[in-house]
């Protein structure tokens, strides 16, 4: 009966690689997001998708591509990986402009 | 830029003690405001929702809005050691009817026996 997961929890790779994290939420929300939080646990958002459409594009190198294969879902593709990739990543969900909640974080590792 | 402020702390207070979080927006369009808890290693959990100038009021914990100030605050009763966290002021963006989120950087409390 989770509410927003994601996996995976931990994920380590090698500067260079292609990787993805996948985020599902059971709420019924129609907005996701994903959040980077970095070392010194800033949180920032990256994206957001309303009803599978991209609503919030940051400033974030284009190697980081969502994808809403539907309301439900919300995936992270990272190419070519490098070491300041490195931090934990969150996705949350939202019915539209209201309260947001957090999945628990996928902590990327990148050697 | 867009900008939400909190003292870094750490803010160490009694357990009992009332403790006191501090949060300032440059966004003046702003109207919803939130604050979440995050335990060392784990995801941020919402606790309190405020959108109107005053006080809210959840349990022990009171947030409160001044909005021609640009200050939003958490305060905690009875402040217990599973207080103990990071709390992280999240300030939604008055431009759009999305959710954008600007969060501040977090105020670490330490709550002590």
């Known amino acids: 009966d989770t509410a927003v997961s994601q996996t995976p929890k931990y994920l380590v790779t090698q500067m260079g690689n292609d990787k993805s994290i996948k985020c599902e939420q059971n709420?019924?929300?129609?907005?996701m997001y994903w959040y980077k939080q970095d070392s010194k646990k800033f949180l920032k958002i990256m994206f957001s998708?309303?009803?599978?459409?991209?609503?919030i594009n940051e400033t974030v190198p284009n190697r980081f591509s969502p994808k809403s294969p539907d309301k439900a879902h919300l995936n992270l593709h990272i190419n070519s990986l490098e070491l300041g990739d490195s931090a934990v990543y969150f996705c949350?969900?939202?019915?539209?402009?209201?309260?947001?909640?957090f999945g628990p974080g996928t902590r990327l590792t990148v050697t | 830029q867009k900008e939400v402020e909190q003292n870094s702390g750490p803010l160490s207070v009694p357990e009992g003690a009332i403790a006191s979080l501090n949060c300032t927006y440059s966004?003046?369009?702003?109207?919803?405001f939130f604050w979440y808890r995050q335990y060392s290693g784990k995801s941020p959990e919402l606790i309190m929702s405020?959108?109107?100038?005053g006080d809210q009021e959840d349990g022990r914990f009171t947030a409160q809005l001044n909005k021609a100030s640009q200050y939003v605050s958490l305060l905690i009763r009875d402040s217990q050691p599973s207080d103990s966290a990071t709390y992280l002021c999240?300030?939604?963006?008055?431009?759009?009817?999305?959710?954008?989120?600007?969060f501040g950087q977090g105020t670490i409390l330490t709550v002590h026996p």
């Open positions: 405020i959108y109107s100038n």
């Open positions: 998708y309303n009803n599978k459409e991209l609503i």
């Open positions: 966004d003046r369009g702003s109207q919803s």
């Open positions: 949350a969900s939202s019915l539209t402009q209201y309260e947001q909640y």
């Open positions: 709420l019924g929300h129609d907005t």
């Open positions: 999240a300030v939604k963006d008055g431009g759009t009817s999305y959710g954008k989120l600007t």
